[in-house]
């Protein structure tokens, strides 16, 4: 079982540089775009950590005028993947949102990020909606 550690502000903390290279990771593995801030100061987290060291993270931005939370990255390190990590975060992060009243979690991935769908709907997460883009030429 990790140690999950619940942080308020991301910034000022020693698991804002896992973050960063955990959006660098979702990046490299065509999971993210590069082009979208996925890490910020005031962001929240739920990080999960084994001996000591970060083996993953979810970290999220919370809107309080309308009581939700978007999770902006959800991430295990590859080499600790299918110990049930994530689904521990996850548990904590959804204790959290109860204690303070949220309606909902949302969060988006890539439709090609058939990993992370999965994790998501067996954790009881639903697909709601579509998102179209429209690439503009350079």
Do not use: C
């Not at 910034?11 to 973050?19: E, H, K, Q």
């Not at 959800?74 to 949220?102: N, S, T």
């Not at 909902?104 to 709601?128: C, F, P, S």
């Amino acid at each position: 079982m990790a140690e999950i550690v619940v942080v308020d502000q991301l910034g000022g903390t020693p698991y804002l540089g896992y973050a960063i290279q955990a959006h660098a990771a979702l990046v490299r593995d065509g999971d993210s775009v590069s082009h979208v801030q996925m890490v910020g100061w005031d962001n929240k987290a739920v990080v999960a950590l084994l001996e000591g060291k970060v083996v993953g993270i979810i970290t999220y931005a919370d809107s309080k005028h309308v009581k939700e939370w978007n999770i902006l990255i959800g991430f295990v390190d590859p080499d600790r993947r299918k110990e049930g990590i994530y689904k521990q975060m996850w548990a904590k992060l959804v204790q959290q949102a109860r204690l303070k009243d949220v309606y909902r979690i949302t969060g988006t991935t890539h439709k090609g990020n058939t990993l992370m769908r999965v994790v998501a709907h067996r954790l009881g997460r639903t697909e709601e909606s579509v998102n179209l883009v429209f690439h503009l030429d350079k």
